[in-house]
């Protein structure tokens, strides 16, 4: 152990080559950081470093190859000793990479007491996955999946020493099944290779089971679900890639590995879709009725057209401007202390999420679930070319900001939007704005409701007896007969529900606090972060 002049410990300390010169490396115990340091006074281009214990991959012992040990002093060396540290390396926009950094000694002990040094402080790191089960669908998006496992995360997950058992998926609900059957303790964690419908098969997987092994009746929509301590992680392989996006802040395979392997963990709220006491389904990112549910269910039929579908049928449901009659029940989120206008998004290690959570809880331990029944219910009937409920603000690639930018990961709350009837201009407008900064809130047509459960019924299920719902029923995505070109639809929407069809009109929601947790750390402030790693700030730290 070293001390330093201020009377701070350090680990070790040590002058190591790097490169051809000498640096002073260190090991920081109490920050929780690896620096390595040009001891020569700085100058521009100078290269000081430093990388917090959590983001080290993996050290290595390294073998110096005859041209490594042919540079600089090293060369009069008999027989150099070296390792290797990998680590994460922040770049733009959310981005992570694997880099690495070998150190070279003379000295064999105080080469091998760093390697000691690090490992320990690797295995000390209990949030990290050992043993995962990976599920691979290997017709995801553009059908990279399996090629993107295989070049780019397994060798990840090796170095890091990190086993898996993989599935490649050879039908759909193979992995939810699969992991109905699975001895589910054996693992730290369970790995998605897909979009967003992959992603909520694992996760109908995991938290089916964990209901199961509990003895709770998934079909009781009021049901206290039980948490789910198993963490997802997805590596994005699919065509919208919403929850990886949102949770991130990029969809990309190696930060992904990346977030997995260092052990991140993000809770994540999730909605119960129930229809006359019978489960349907869960929903994380969007559930949407209207506009996002017919893309969604014209897209099916193009799925050999990629994720370029989702433009193709947007463009068409856009153009067939199709709106829909019903009546909305909501409970307004209460124990939330944001609102779907703020200006503020949630970002790691989000305030609001932890403050909402907690007020929940103790709400709950003074009155009880059932007492949350009888809280007020606000009623809106209505012409509605969308009605979407988010549990995340929805970004992907094609909307960086998302359906409700200021939505929270953990809250237990829900943005219920809704989009009004209204000319083809306006409505796109609205979805003009999803793509750039202006407000999508900011119009006479929208509202938008932060809620904590909610129910729909469409007008046509409302007037079940009427004659006008039996020519729906039979002639199911016909026009209006009185007004052809008035677009109002006599059939119903469906419901798009993270990316898969759920054709019931009438659905009970309801949003369950923080029910599960990801390989994630929530988007982080962009360029704060970056300024941390900046050359001057190092020098404070040494
Ligand atoms: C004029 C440009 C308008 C761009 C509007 C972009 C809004 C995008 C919002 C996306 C919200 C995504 C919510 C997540 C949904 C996913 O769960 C789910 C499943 O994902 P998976 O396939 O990876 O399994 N994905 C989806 O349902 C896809 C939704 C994508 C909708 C794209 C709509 C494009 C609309 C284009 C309209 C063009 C009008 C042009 C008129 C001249
Ligand atoms: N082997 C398979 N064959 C066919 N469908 C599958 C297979 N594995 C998973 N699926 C299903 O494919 C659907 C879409 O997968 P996803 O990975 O989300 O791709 P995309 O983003 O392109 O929609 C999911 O609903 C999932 O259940
Ligand atoms: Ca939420």
């Given at each position: 152990m070293e001390q330093l002049p201020g009377g701070r410990r350090l680990r070790l300390a040590s002058s190591l080559g790097l490169g051809q010169r000498c640096w002073e490396v260190t090991l920081d115990d109490e920050r929780g950081l690896l620096a390595w340091r040009d001891p020569r006074p700085p100058r521009r281009g100078a290269d000081n470093c430093f990388v917090p214990t959590s983001e080290i991959i993996a050290v290595e012992e390294t073998e110096l190859n005859k041209k490594q040990r042919s540079i600089g002093k090293w060369q009069k060396m008999a027989k150099p000793h070296a390792f290797t540290v990998y680590y994460v390396k922040k770049a733009r926009n959310h981005r992570w990479r694997c880099r690495d950094v070998t150190f070279w000694c003379a000295d064999e002990i105080l080469c091998n007491q760093w390697i000691q040094a690090l490992k320990e402080l690797l295995e000390m790191q209990t949030c990290r996955p050992k043993q995962l089960l990976v599920y691979i669908n290997p017709y995801g998006g553009k059908r990279q999946g399996k090629r993107i496992y295989e070049q780019k995360v397994a060798p990840l997950f090796s170095l890091a020493s990190i086993s898996t058992d993989v599935v490649v998926t050879e039908h759909a609900n193979h992995a939810k099944d699969n992991l109905f059957e699975v001895n589910i303790n054996k693992y730290d964690g369970v790995v998605c290779v897909g979009g967003d419908g992959m992603f909520s098969e694992v996760m109908h997987g995991l938290i089916g089971r964990m209901q199961k092994d509990s003895g709770i009746d998934q079909n009781n929509p009021k049901a206290p679900l039980v948490q789910c301590n198993i963490r997802i992680g997805i590596i994005p392989a699919g065509s919208t890639d919403c929850v990886c996006y949102s949770t991130v802040g990029i969809s990309d395979p190696v930060t992904s590995a990346l977030h997995i392997i260092i052990g991140d963990c993000q809770p994540l709220d999730v909605s119960s879709v129930h229809q006359n006491n019978t489960f349907l389904k869960y929903a994380v990112s969007l559930l949407g009725y209207g506009f996002y549910g017919d893309v969604l269910k014209d897209s099916e039929k193009k799925r050999w057209m990629g994720p370029m579908r989702y433009d193709y049928s947007g463009f068409k449901t856009f153009l067939s401007h199709h709106y829909y009659e019903g009546t909305i029940s909501f409970q307004p989120a209460k124990h939330t202390l944001g609102s779907p206008r703020d200006k503020d998004s949630c970002r790691t290690g989000c305030y609001i999420c932890k403050e909402s959570e907690r007020q929940l809880a103790e709400q709950r331990k003074k009155c009880?679930?059932?007492?949350?029944?009888e809280e007020e219910w606000k009623v809106i009937k209505g012409k509605f070319l969308a009605i979407n409920v988010v549990?995340?603000?929805?970004?992907?690639?094609?909307?960086?900001?998302?359906?409700?930018?200021?939505?929270?990961?953990?809250?237990g709350s829900a943005d219920l939007i809704l989009v009004r009837k209204c000319s083809r201009f306006d409505f796109l407008r609205y979805l003009v704005r999803h793509t750039n900064?202006?407000?999508?809130?900011?119009?006479?047509f929208v509202d938008v409701y932060r809620v904590k459960s909610f129910q729909f019924t469409s007008k046509l299920s409302e007037d079940n007896e009427s004659s006008v719902t039996d020519i729906g029923k039979k002639h199911f995505g016909q026009f209006c007969r009185d007004h052809p070109?008035?677009?109002?639809?006599?059939a119903n929407s469906t419901w798009n529900c993270d990316g898969e069809t759920l054709d019931s009109s009438a659905i009970e929601v309801r949003v369950h606090c923080q029910l599960m947790k990801l390989f994630a750390r929530g988007i982080e402030e962009n360029c704060k972060d970056e300024a941390a790693y900046s050359h001057s700030s190092v020098e404070q730290l040494l």
């Amino acid at each position: 152990m070293e001390q330093l002049p201020g009377g701070r410990r350090l680990r070790l300390a040590s002058s190591l080559g790097l490169g051809q010169r000498c640096w002073e490396v260190t090991l920081d115990d109490e920050r929780g950081l690896l620096a390595w340091r040009d001891p020569r006074p700085p100058r521009r281009g100078a290269d000081n470093c430093f990388v917090p214990t959590s983001e080290i991959i993996a050290v290595e012992e390294t073998e110096l190859n005859k041209k490594q040990r042919s540079i600089g002093k090293w060369q009069k060396m008999a027989k150099p000793h070296a390792f290797t540290v990998y680590y994460v390396k922040k770049a733009r926009n959310h981005r992570w990479r694997c880099r690495d950094v070998t150190f070279w000694c003379a000295d064999e002990i105080l080469c091998n007491q760093w390697i000691q040094a690090l490992k320990e402080l690797l295995e000390m790191q209990t949030c990290r996955p050992k043993q995962l089960l990976v599920y691979i669908n290997p017709y995801g998006g553009k059908r990279q999946g399996k090629r993107i496992y295989e070049q780019k995360v397994a060798p990840l997950f090796s170095l890091a020493s990190i086993s898996t058992d993989v599935v490649v998926t050879e039908h759909a609900n193979h992995a939810k099944d699969n992991l109905f059957e699975v001895n589910i303790n054996k693992y730290d964690g369970v790995v998605c290779v897909g979009g967003d419908g992959m992603f909520s098969e694992v996760m109908h997987g995991l938290i089916g089971r964990m209901q199961k092994d509990s003895g709770i009746d998934q079909n009781n929509p009021k049901a206290p679900l039980v948490q789910c301590n198993i963490r997802i992680g997805i590596i994005p392989a699919g065509s919208t890639d919403c929850v990886c996006y949102s949770t991130v802040g990029i969809s990309d395979p190696v930060t992904s590995a990346l977030h997995i392997i260092i052990g991140d963990c993000q809770p994540l709220d999730v909605s119960s879709v129930h229809q006359n006491n019978t489960f349907l389904k869960y929903a994380v990112s969007l559930l949407g009725y209207g506009f996002y549910g017919d893309v969604l269910k014209d897209s099916e039929k193009k799925r050999w057209m990629g994720p370029m579908r989702y433009d193709y049928s947007g463009f068409k449901t856009f153009l067939s401007h199709h709106y829909y009659e019903g009546t909305i029940s909501f409970q307004p989120a209460k124990h939330t202390l944001g609102s779907p206008r703020d200006k503020d998004s949630c970002r790691t290690g989000c305030y609001i999420c932890k403050e909402s959570e907690r007020q929940l809880a103790e709400q709950r331990k003074k009155c009880g679930f059932k007492h949350e029944d009888e809280e007020e219910w606000k009623v809106i009937k209505g012409k509605f070319l969308a009605i979407n409920v988010v549990n995340m603000c929805c970004a992907c690639p094609r909307s960086p900001k998302g359906l409700s930018p200021a939505a929270h990961l953990a809250d237990g709350s829900a943005d219920l939007i809704l989009v009004r009837k209204c000319s083809r201009f306006d409505f796109l407008r609205y979805l003009v704005r999803h793509t750039n900064k202006d407000d999508q809130f900011d119009f006479s047509f929208v509202d938008v409701y932060r809620v904590k459960s909610f129910q729909f019924t469409s007008k046509l299920s409302e007037d079940n007896e009427s004659s006008v719902t039996d020519i729906g029923k039979k002639h199911f995505g016909q026009f209006c007969r009185d007004h052809p070109a008035c677009c109002c639809n006599i059939a119903n929407s469906t419901w798009n529900c993270d990316g898969e069809t759920l054709d019931s009109s009438a659905i009970e929601v309801r949003v369950h606090c923080q029910l599960m947790k990801l390989f994630a750390r929530g988007i982080e402030e962009n360029c704060k972060d970056e300024a941390a790693y900046s050359h001057s700030s190092v020098e404070q730290l040494l």
